[in-house]
Nanobody, 127 residues
Framework: QVQLVESGGDSVQAGGSLRLSCAAS????????MAWFRRPPGKEREGVAA????????YYADSVRGRFTISQDNAKNTVYLQMNSLKTEDTAMYSC????????????????????WGQGSQVTVSS
């Protein structure tokens, strides 16, 4: 059974850091394009970061580039999102997702391309 389970969400003050984890089961995530999305309160879901098969290429939304880092541990079949210098506008429900092919380098955050989704982990950043 395919499953993605996120963890690590919390409430932090602006300027702080968090690391989200997404543990995969039922498939090998190193063979998938893996991504993190978020849904801020009252807004649409948006892509945050993605990592291509083999981990050679990563993609970031402009709003998080330089602050967030996506990585994966193949031995643990887990993908991470390290979030530094958090801002209040980073408050959202964060979900990981898996696309069973290479990421589309020009459009890595097309929601419909991602087959598997986790339930999400809440991140709240206060001023």
């Amino acid at each position: 059974q395919v499953q993605l389970v996120e963890s690590g969400g919390d409430s932090v003050q602006a300027g702080g850091s968090l690391r989200l984890s997404c543990a995969a089961s039922g498939f090998t995530l190193s063979r998938y394009c893996m991504a993190w999305f978020r849904r801020p309160p009252g807004k649409e879901r948006e892509g945050v970061a993605a990592m291509n098969i083999g981990g050679l290429h990563t993609y970031y939304a402009d709003s998080v580039r330089g602050r967030f880092t996506i990585s994966q541990d193949n031995a643990k079949n887990t993908v991470y999102l390290q979030m530094n210098s958090l801002k209040t506008e980073d408050t959202a429900m964060y979900s990981c997702a898996a696309h069973p092919d290479y990421c589309y380098s020009n459009f890595p955050f097309i929601i419909g391309n991602y087959r598997y989704w986790g339930q999400g982990s809440q991140v709240t950043v206060s001023s």
